[in-house]
């Protein structure tokens, strides 16, 4: 038999070891040995956790499970969607690979692939003249700025690929808006760390052994590319349970809308970050 507790979160009273209310545990003297505590510390540091690994491999291994899992009411094996996508922002902003999403001043407008960089260029050489600065401290602003703003930028991301999903899926899939969210949070979670850390890191292993073709940027693009199509490809069958031929004509039209978009981000970014300063 186990006793009575009164919640000392909620005041709610219930039996076992757990608030039936608020989910509060009830401490054991244990908890508070110093031992208890270090454990904590290292899972702290080392990202130890093994819910965080567990999401992680399967968001790699088996896109879209996370979502389904969780939006099926399976979530305490797991990450809280919402805390890894922080996460995955936070290391992808310390260890910034690829510039996909922090375009800096030098990729806007020395690179070739963008409609605006011709436009942008111009502007900043202007700008530079009218604030009477050198070319290099106004870098230095832009980029510090752009860096700020690619962050609120990121979760506008997230509603605008939820968008997406929900509008491709229109009567037929059976899910409401908080679970597009969800699998929008997983794919921009998937980008971050599987696309811009894991595949980046990758690229830099094999600059390092002397395999020169990784240097293209075409090469990283179309890969990035595949690897966000292989992501779409098995979400479909594991988050919205569809059959192959419905998933291959999904996976397209999000892989050429999320190509579209990552256009206008860039220019959308520029134009933003060139106001604001
Ligand atoms: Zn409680």
């Not at 693009?221 to 594991?238: H, Q, W």
Request: hydrophobic content about 50%; overall charge positive.
């Amino acid at each position: 038999m186990s006793q009575e507790n009164r919640c000392l979160s909620c005041s709610n009273e219930f039996e076992g070891k757990y608030c039936n209310q608020c989910g509060e545990k009830v401490i054991d003297q244990k908890d508070r040995r110093l031992v208890y505590f270090l454990g904590e510390l290292v899972n702290a540091i080392t990202f130890a956790d093994s819910k965080l690994w567990k999401s992680l491999v399967l968001i790699v291994r088996k896109p879209g499970f996370v979502s389904y899992e969780y939006v099926k009411g399976v979530r305490k094996p797991y990450m809280r969607p919402l805390s890894l996508f922080f996460l995955a922002n936070l290391l992808y902003f310390l260890f910034p690979i690829f510039n996909t999403f922090n375009t800096t001043l030098y990729h806007q407008t020395k690179s070739f692939s963008f409609l605006h960089s011709e436009e942008a260029s111009r502007m900043v050489a202007n700008q530079v003249e009218a604030m009477d600065i050198s070319y290099e401290e106004f870098e230095t602003r832009y980029n510090a700025k752009t860096t700020e703003l690619s962050k609120m930028l990121l979760i506008v991301m997230v509603f605008l690929v939820a968008a997406m999903f929900s509008i491709i899926h229109i009567g037929s899939a059976k899910k409401l808006l908080a679970d597009h969210l969800t699998i929008a949070l997983e794919l921009m979670i998937y980008i971050l760390v599987a696309c811009m850390q894991i595949f980046g890191l990758l690229l830099i292993g094999f600059k390092i052994i002397g395999l020169g073709f990784t240097n293209s940027e075409t090469f990283s693009s179309l890969s990035v590319i595949f690897l966000i199509g292989f992501f779409v490809y098995n979400a479909e069958r594991n988050f919205y349970g569809f059959e192959k031929k419905r998933r291959w004509f999904n996976t397209i039209v999000v892989l050429v809308s999320f190509i579209i978009s990552m256009f206008l981000y860039r220019a959308f970014l520029f134009f933003v970050t060139f106001w604001m300063l």
